[in-house]
Each structure stands twice: as C-alpha cells, then as structure tokens.
C-alpha cells in the first residue's frame, strides 16, 4: 500500500504534464490550401469569371513544403486563361507566387489565414518560428508583397 501512495503523485504529475503539452499543429490540406487561394482571388470577382477554375499542380519532392495551385478561366475562343500560380506552404498557409519570390496579402486572405491556423491549432508565435521563404526566393532575398486586381473586362 506504501508503494502505491509513493508513486501516485509521480503518476499524476506525468499524466498532467503530457495532457498540459500541445499537439503539434496539423499541415493543411489541399483543399484548405484552395480555399486560402479562393479567399484571396474572391473579393475582386476572379472566382465568377466564366470557367474559372483552381487545380493543383503537381512538382517533384524538392517542393514537398508546398502546394501548388493554378487558377484559369475560360476565355472563348482562345480557351483557358491564367490568372496566377499560387505556392501555399503546407503548414503555415502563407500563400506565394509560385514564379516570382512575393508572398499574397490582402484583408480576405489574412482572415482565411488566421481562422485556418486557429482551427489547426498554429499559435501566432509558433506562425513566427515556422515561417518559410518562398519557393523561388533567394537566400536573404526580401520577398515583394503582392495583392490581386480586379480582372480587366474586355
């Protein structure tokens, strides 16, 4: 019975201190990573151009960090038009050009950013320390800010 008493507080005391530690945040998905891209190209009117449509685009292992996302439209009669390549990071879901070293902002983005990493249980200082370049940037490159347009109409 001694022995019981003794190693009750140690059990406790791990129990509590596993239950007390964090899970580790999940990746997103892919689909969570088209919708961080639908949020961004949304508000402008992208997303009801006839055809508009968003895909990934599949890239070898070097970019397993990413996914890569491609947005079109359809544009009768030359057929499908771009309307960017999109690099979301998979754990943070910062959204990049997939082309140029700038990372996407805007108000409606930032918003399906934070909900995502909220519902995916990343902290705004665990956001801080897992941040990641973009794909295409350089070392100690300072990447550009980008925002999206309204389409032009024809």
Known sequence: MMY?????PIVVALLLSGS???A???TITVTEAQDLVRALLKPDGWTKLRGFVLYQALFDAEFQDFYFI???WENKPKGHAPIGHFAVERTTGD???WVKCGRFS???LTEAQQNLRKSIG???AEYQQMRKPGVFC???EQPQVFTIGKPKRK
Do not use: K, M
Not at 4 to 8: G, T
């Open 4 to 8: 019981r008493l003794r190693c009750a």
């Open 20 to 22: 007390a530690r964090s």
């Open 24 to 26: 580790a945040p999940r």
């Open 70 to 72: 491609h947005a079109e």
């Open 95 to 97: 959204v990049w050009d």
């Open 106 to 108: 805007s108000p409606f």
């Open 122 to 124: 990343l902290s705004d």
């Open 138 to 140: 350089e070392p100690g």
